[in-house]
């Protein structure tokens, strides 16, 4: 519990550090919290980088001088030891919005001078004291959307500027107790074995597969592109059902990082699942093209099962695989 402790007193400074630091002071809080090889990876159109003075150049930097003066509103911030790794190694991580002022472009979003929020989630490997691996999701579509751009057909479900967990308990500075970690590892779990069915086994409806994992009551706060869906039926009308229908030939590639503390837990992947598009996802034609899928999904449990999740999807990536360049598209035709 000590070293869960430890490495989060090292991503609270990081995070302090980036939030007072602009232009080239950017770089130096980078190279203060992180290793020389850290390893980075962020949604399209940035990818892997391995430069913790890349990362200020390129991805930071833009972004602040875009989204300012920006704060950090966290939703959710926990660490736990590496599932994956059979708990080797100790990870960080945290989800909410990075607010600010949209007073500048970036990646082509025009300014609109009015309040603007950047859905992200985090997860931070610590070593020795320092941030060696980062994953950094953030819902690019989303912030389009509020900028007034529609990157995709009308979605299934809704959108919304999402709030965090109905029990304001997630952001957990204090240690919690180890017992109710290893019940929500359990609980994603069990919802991930479910998920393993797709490709053949059960014949049930989807619904009743569903309440094995999930609370009647359970949101799925969804990507922008899809978007949030409320109750387990409407869960399976809204997303999961045209997921299962119209995405073929899935593959698992696993995960890079699974944790959880308290009620809380999530997972990575780089990519997580391989697919192909059949025709109507999101409203989209058939490509017969296989394409990754990068995800962080955040998870609540209540009791026994899962009752909230929060879902972040490259979407500019898979599409892009598909044929479909958004931000390429809006620099072609900038409005």
Request: glycine content about 10%.
């Given at each position: 519990m000590s070293d869960l402790q430890a490495a989060k007193a090292v991503v609270r400074a990081?995070?302090?550090?980036?939030?007072?630091a602009e232009g080239a002071a950017l770089a130096a809080a980078m190279a203060r919290h992180c290793h020389l090889g850290l390893i980075w990876r962020g949604f399209h159109p940035f990818g892997e980088i391995r430069d913790p003075l890349q990362v200020a150049e390129e991805f930071w930097a833009p972004l602040k001088s875009a989204l300012r003066p920006m704060q950090r509103r966290l939703d959710i911030f926990m660490a736990g030891m590496n599932a994956i790794d059979g708990f080797a190694s100790v990870w960080v991580a945290s989800m909410g919005h990075l607010m600010g002022l949209l007073?500048?472009?970036?990646?082509?979003?025009?300014?609109?001078?009015?309040?603007?929020?950047?859905?992200?989630?985090?997860?931070?490997?610590?070593?020795?004291?320092?941030?060696?691996?980062?994953?950094?999701?953030?819902?690019?579509?989303?912030?389009?959307?509020?900028?007034?751009?529609d990157p995709f057909p009308p979605q299934?479900?809704?959108?919304?500027?999402?709030?965090?967990?109905?029990?304001h308990a997630g952001v957990m500075l204090e240690p919690q107790d180890p017992a109710e970690g290893t019940r929500t590892l359990a609980?994603?779990?069990?919802?991930?074995?479910?998920?393993?069915t797709w490709t053949g086994g059960r014949s049930e409806p989807l619904v009743e597969e569903l309440r094995r994992s999930w609370n009647e009551d359970?949101?799925?706060?969804?990507?922008?592109?899809?978007?949030?869906?409320?109750?387990?039926?409407?869960?399976?009308?809204?997303?999961?059902?045209?997921?299962?229908?119209?995405?073929?030939?899935?593959?698992?590639?696993?995960?890079?990082?699974?944790?959880?503390?308290?009620?809380?837990?999530?997972?990575?992947?780089?990519p997580n699942l391989t697919l192909r598009p059949t025709g109507g996802f999101m409203g989209m034609p058939a490509t017969g093209q296989a394409a990754d899928m990068r995800?962080?999904?955040m998870y609540r449990r209540d009791g026994d099962k899962l009752t909230e999740?929060?879902?972040?999807?490259?979407?500019?990536?898979?599409?892009?695989?598909?044929?479909?360049?958004v931000l390429g598209r809006m620099a072609d035709h900038p409005r």
């Open positions: 990081y995070y302090a550090d980036l939030e007072a007073d500048g472009a970036w990646l082509g979003i025009r300014p609109t001078r009015k309040i603007a929020m950047l859905r992200y989630a985090a997860f931070h490997k610590v070593e020795d004291g320092r941030i060696a691996e980062e994953a950094m999701f953030f819902d690019i579509p989303h912030l389009m959307l509020q900028a007034g751009l299934s479900a809704a959108h919304l500027v999402q709030p965090g967990p109905m029990t609980a994603i779990d069990a919802m991930i074995g479910d998920l393993r359970m949101i799925w706060w969804g990507p922008a592109g899809i978007g949030a869906t409320y109750t387990i039926e409407r869960y399976a009308e809204q997303h999961s059902g045209p997921f299962r229908a119209t995405l073929t030939d899935r593959r698992f590639n696993g995960h890079l990082a699974k944790i959880a503390e308290g009620h809380f837990g999530g997972f990575f992947g780089w995800v962080i999904d999740n929060w879902v972040f999807i490259d979407l500019l990536h898979f599409w892009r695989q598909q044929g479909l360049d």
